[in-house]
Structures are given as structure tokens and as C-alpha cells.
């Protein structure tokens, strides 16, 4: 029997993803409001100057206000997300599947930076540069998972358009490699 160590375990941390991102809207927003009240305060003459700082102000009110809206639209459905993926963890209910990595692509082959494997058919897809729940760290980025024949445990959950990775083990068998 392979011993398996853990190398990644999916963490419901709402606070670590989602609404840090609120913050920089914030900032870029307050500080629109900033140059629009300081150019209406000390620039009370027209000129061409106070047209185009006033121009950016209330681009820097706009585009994050705009932001901000489609990001809390967006929250509930993101809070619901976490919340199964939490409850899948907590019940040990989410789907499962060990043997040895298959059709391994890394991402630096990938002309869209996305690496991919399979293990006994299932198929697995990730990438450094998309913020998504689960496991995606690349080989390129020295990611466990950097050839075909390593063994693996993975426990997995299906979205609409990919498994997501929420336990990944590494046999010790690999160590020796």
C-alpha cells in the first residue's frame, strides 16, 4: 500500500478572494472624488487643464462604480459557490479518483497557458493565471504535477465547465523519482 502525502487541500476562505477585491474599487473611486473636488476647489477658472482633470476624476468615479456593481452582482452567486464547495469538503462528498497522470501537458506547451491531465479518464485543467476555487498551480511554477506516471489520489468537484481540484496527494512513490 503507497503511502500519500497532502499536497494541496481546497480552504473555504471567502474573505482571502472575494471581498478583498472590493478595496482597490474603493481606493480608485475615492480618489476620482479626490481630484474632482480638488480641481473644482482651487481651479475655479475655466481652462483647458481643470477640463481634463475633471476628465479623469469622474473617469476614476465611473469605471469603479461600474466595477462595483457587476462585483456585487456577481457576490451571491460566488457566496453560494464557496458554500458548496465548503459543505462537499465538510461531508467528504465530493468526487474521487487515484492512479497514475495520463496525457500530462504542461503549460509552457499550451499556447493559453493552461496545463491539463487525466487520471483514469477524468480529465483536469488549470492555470497560474485564472483566480478560480481549487488547485492551479502549474510545473512552470514548480506545481506538483509536472509529468505523466506520477501516482495521485485527487478529490475533485465538477462545475459547469471543468473538475475543480479540492484535494490533491502525491504518492511517496514519486519522492523517489
Keep these: 500500500m503507497d503511502n500519500f502525502s497532502i499536497i494541496y487541500e481546497y480552504k473555504y476562505s471567502l474573505y482571502d478572494s472575494s471581498l478583498w477585491t472590493i478595496f482597490p474599487i474603493l481606493t480608485f473611486g475615492a480618489i476620482g472624488l479626490c481630484i474632482?473636488?480638488?480641481v473644482k476647489k482651487f481651479f475655479k477658472r475655466f481652462s483647458l487643464f481643470r477640463q481634463a482633470f475633471l476628465?479623469?476624476?469622474w473617469i476614476f468615479v465611473i469605471f469603479p462604480s461600474i466595477m462595483l456593481v457587476v462585483f456585487l452582482f456577481k457576490m451571491p452567486?460566488?457566496?453560494?459557490s464557496e458554500r458548496k464547495?465548503?459543505?462537499?469538503?465538510?461531508n467528504n462528498s465530493y468526487l474521487k479518483v487515484d492512479g497514475r497522470i495520463e496525457d500530462f501537458k504542461a503549460a509552457q506547451e499550451s499556447p493559453n497557458h493552461f496545463e491539463s491531465f487525466s487520471v483514469q479518464g477524468v480529465k483536469f485543467r488549470y492555470s497560474d493565471y485564472v483566480l478560480d476555487n481549487g488547485f492551479n498551480t502549474t510545473s512552470k511554477k514548480n506545481g506538483p504535477i509536472n509529468r505523466n506516471g506520477q501516482l495521485v489520489r485527487i478529490g475533485y468537484a465538477r462545475n459547469e465547465y471543468r473538475n475543480v481540484i479540492l484535494k490533491l496527494e502525491l504518492s511517496d512513490e514519486n519522492k523517489s523519482d
Excluded at 464547495?85 to 465538510?90: D, P, Q
Design 55 to 57: 476628465f479623469f476624476g
Design 85 to 90: 464547495l465548503k459543505n462537499m469538503i465538510e
Design 36 to 38: 474632482i473636488f480638488l
Design 77 to 80: 452567486s460566488t457566496i453560494e
